[in-house]
């Protein structure tokens, strides 16, 4: 009998981040992404949570040796095409992840620095911080901080006067070693949000979105998420942005708020869509 050939694997991502049970953010917004964009996710537990929709009450952050061995055992068996990262938890986790991707130097990693949550729980002192910017951010291929994250990642001294702008911000984070920094602007005060683009030679491109009104739980998950999907699909890092942030955009323009709180993205938004057309 002639033999069957394997069917081609779907590009996998592996994702490091805490749970979150409300499914907004987190492990849980980064599964929903990468699957809604024709990834097969791969996933490390770095800390649990107790949250709901307006705000996180606790965090319990995964002993670094159990993130590690999580990994390890996944990375052994499993071929991946792109890191993700999310909340890491400890400065333990931090080392942990950072020496074990260091085994991978030629797979894309796609770092959302996770520092706070959106009512502002805090989540990485500053040690933490030190600890992303010394072992993180000289392999990370593109890093997508608020323009809050940016300037807090970017402050070289905590008595320096005046915060540094975001191109500045930006400047500094590729000397620490990153290749593109992309600053997203939900939290500026412009009529429009605009995320920007930076690589060694400065501004490679800056997009304008449509401000929504409301506030949403996990669109900067979902945005690196995305990015990290378009990467293990083959995209450049200019065409793995523009569409990451299409996505991301509609998701939140089709978010609906199931509790209390903030509203959630549909990150399956064209699958409801392609229902109601056949619903017609």
């Not at 537990?45 to 390890?72: F, H, K, M």
């Not at 509609?250 to 509203?263: C, E, S, T, V, W």
Request: charged residues 20%.
């Amino acid at each position: 009998m002639p033999q069957t050939l394997p069917e081609p694997l779907p590009p996998i991502v592996l994702a490091f981040a805490a749970s979150d049970p409300t499914g907004g953010a987190g492990i849980q917004a980064d599964i929903m992404t990468l699957s809604s964009m024709g990834c097969h996710p791969l996933s490390v537990i770095t800390a649990i949570t107790v949250q709901d929709t307006s705000g996180v009450e606790d965090v319990l952050p995964i002993d670094a040796d159990w993130i590690a061995d999580q990994a390890r055992a996944l990375l052994e068996d499993i071929p991946v095409a792109a890191f993700k990262l999310g909340m890491l938890g400890s400065v333990e986790a931090i080392a942990a992840i950072a020496e074990i991707i260091s085994d991978y130097p030629g797979i894309p990693l796609i770092f959302d620095p996770v520092l706070a949550s959106g009512r502002g729980d805090q989540f990485a002192n500053e040690d933490m911080v030190d600890a992303m910017l010394e072992l993180l951010l000289p392999q990370t291929t593109i890093i997508t901080p608020n323009s809050l994250e940016a300037r807090r990642l970017a402050l070289e001294d905590e008595s320096e006067r005046d915060e540094p702008d975001l191109p500045e911000c930006a400047r500094r984070l590729i000397i620490a070693g990153c290749e593109f920094v992309l600053i997203t602007g939900t939290h500026e005060n412009t009529e429009q949000v605009v995320n920007t683009l930076y690589g060694e030679r400065g501004m490679v491109r800056s997009d304008k979105w449509q401000r929504l009104a409301g506030s949403y739980h996990g669109s900067g998950c979902t945005l690196a998420s995305a990015i990290a999907a378009n990467l293990a699909h083959g995209l450049d890092i200019v065409e793995a942005v523009k569409d990451a942030q299409d996505y991301t955009w509609q998701a939140l323009a089709a978010g609906f708020r199931p509790g209390m709180g903030q509203y959630l993205p549909d990150r399956f938004f064209w699958a409801r869509e392609i229902a109601e057309d056949q619903g017609d």
